[in-house]
């Protein structure tokens, strides 16, 4: 038995397996230092569908507040979340929606909203597959982390989700620390406590962009320095990402998830949300030769067992 008959044990043999393997055995020529992996997490790291954990995570302190305060039941925003009213959300537009809902979470400090985050992620269960959400990561990708941290690769995240609702659980679920999340960011204001003091706050406004398209590529470039060789997403708004890690010299791989399998999980087309494809993310990978692996074909299980 080979060392590479070690790796990917739910991986499937053959062709997305063997390029992952043949990826890794060629990385040895890189410097240490440009040994650099991102990944998309949505839909690459952990089940996005049927809506994003972090939407869960607004939803469930919005039917608390309200529970609270009736008042907000009246909030147009909040009115077609509560009735899960699909087409007043579309109207309404997703970045209204949630800009609203972030507001629940201004004033809080990092530090409270990164433990309200961790409680709830504890305690969700997914709405129909019913596993704790914990559990809804993938475990063929979190044994592909683990084959590239031992070729010597940093692993980051790169997510279009909020980077401090990521922070919070990336280092338990991925082994990746706070400072390798790159992510849409919210602005915090300094302020004083009473007795002098400096504290962080978070606000309701957005810093820049939603993290998705070309701005992962100048965040990437702005939070870590370094370029990727390993890129890995699963919609149009990896793209850039994905382009960006196989446009240098030497080995490099992009790896592009196909939600096929409506069995284990859920198919669909991943697609991004700020802004609308001409073009889905697996044409754009059969034009350019990237990996896809296919959820139905290439894995032999797609979440951890209960053990």
């Known amino acids: ?15 997305t397996r063997d390029a992952l393997l043949n990826f890794l055995e060629a990385s040895a020529s890189l410097a240490p230092a440009d040994r650099v992996a991102t990944f998309d997490n949505d839909g690459t790291l952990w089940c996005e569908r049927p809506a994003y ?20 039941r009246d909030r147009p925003e909040f009115a077609a979340v509560l009735s899960n009213d699909q087409a007043a959300i579309g109207e309404l537009g997703l970045a209204r929606v949630g800009m609203a809902l972030n507001g629940l979470f201004a004033g809080l400090t990092p530090e409270a909203f990164s433990t ?10 997914h ?10 990561v993938y475990q063929p990708m979190l044994e592909l982390i683990e084959a590239l941290r031992g070729h010597g690769f940093a692993v980051f995240v790169v997510s279009g989700g909020g980077t401090e609702f990521v922070r919070a659980v990336s280092h338990d679920l991925y082994g990746v620390p706070p400072e390798g999340v790159v992510g849409t960011l919210v602005q915090h204001e300094m302020v004083r406590r009473a007795d002098g003091g400096p504290e962080l706050r978070r606000t309701n406004l957005l810093d820049g962009d939603a993290n998705e398209g070309a701005a992962k590529v100048t965040r990437i470039q702005s939070h870590l320095g370094r370029r990727p060789v390993f890129a890995a997403g699963n919609s149009g708004g990896d793209r850039e990402m994905l382009e960006w890690a196989t446009a240098g010299e030497g080995p490099s791989m992009a790896l592009v998830i196909d ?18 494809e001409n073009e889905s993310i697996t044409e ?24």
């Open 1 to 15: 038995m080979t060392r590479s008959d070690l790796l990917l044990p739910s991986w499937r043999e053959g062709s």
């Open 53 to 72: 954990l972090q939407f869960l995570f607004f939803v469930d302190a919005l039917q608390r507040a309200a529970d609270t305060d009736p008042s907000l």
């Open 116 to 125: 309200a985050a961790r409680e709830f992620v504890d305690r969700a269960v």
């Open 127 to 136: 709405p129909v597959l019913g596993l704790p959400a914990r559990r809804t």
């Open 259 to 276: 939600h096929d399998d409506d069995h284990r999980e859920f198919a669909y087309q991943g697609r991004a949300e700020s802004f609308v």
């Open 284 to 307: 754009v990978a059969a034009r350019l030769g990237w990996t896809v692996a296919s959820m139905a074909n290439d894995w032999t299980t797609v979440f951890p067992s209960a053990d």
